[in-house]
């Protein structure tokens, strides 16, 4: 399942995260949601993030 998560903490500060998204999907999914909240302060990327990239290599092999 596909879902986009805003945290919000005490100090006001917020985090999206998206979870169950391949590669730079959760970008795409998540892009208004940050558009309305302000700018990006900082960016941590999943594993599953490069995992697109991964299985793209494997089938250019093929």
Do not use: W, Y
């Not at 399942?1 to 795409?28: A, H, L, W, Y």
Request: glycine share 6%.
């Amino acid at each position: 399942m596909k879902t986009i998560e805003v945290i919000v903490s005490p100090d006001g500060s917020s985090r999206v995260e998206t979870n169950g998204f391949t590669g730079s999907d959760c970008r795409q999914a998540s892009e208004f949601i940050e558009h309305a909240l302000g700018s990006r302060s900082s960016e941590r990327l999943k594993p599953e993030f490069h995992q697109a990239n991964i299985e793209a290599q494997q089938q250019a092999r093929q």
